[in-house]
């Protein structure tokens, strides 16, 4: 499995940004596939995923209501829609994919795209 992710840049804060992560190899079916972050110093840490096992989208407190994590099947492609950004928003997100329990948990990841970096500027 490869996955791709693209749309990073700069932002102001209060604006917004649009990641895709589009996989190749394998569907997304029945697997989790979700976002990460990873700040600079920091852990690397679940932003919103959609479980495998039951469909389910899960979203960490810091960006409920402001992200939004969408797939398309057709494109085996998903998507993380980022409004009312702020700079402690500013990460490099990561898009990833696995079948572990709990899709917002990095060890339930398995495969990782190369990050894209997001900077939200105040």
């Known amino acids: 499995v490869q996955l791709q992710a693209s749309g990073g840049g700069l932002a102001q804060a209060g604006g917004s940004v649009r990641l895709s992560c589009a996989a190749s190899g394998r569907t997304f079916s029945f697997y989790n596939i979700g976002w990460f972050q990873q700040a600079p110093g920091k852990e690397r840490e679940g932003v919103s995923c959609i479980s495998g096992s039951d469909g389910n989208i899960y979203s960490g407190t810091a960006v409920k209501g402001r992200f939004t994590i969408s797939r398309d099947r057709g494109k085996n492609t998903v998507y993380l829609q980022m409004n009312s950004l702020k700079p402690e928003d500013t990460a490099v997100y990561y898009c990833?994919?696995?079948?572990?329990?709990?899709?917002?948990?990095?060890?339930?990841?398995?495969?990782w795209g190369k990050g894209t970096l997001v900077t939200v500027s105040s």
């Open positions: 990833a994919s696995g079948t572990g329990f709990g899709c917002l948990s990095t060890r339930s990841m398995t495969y």
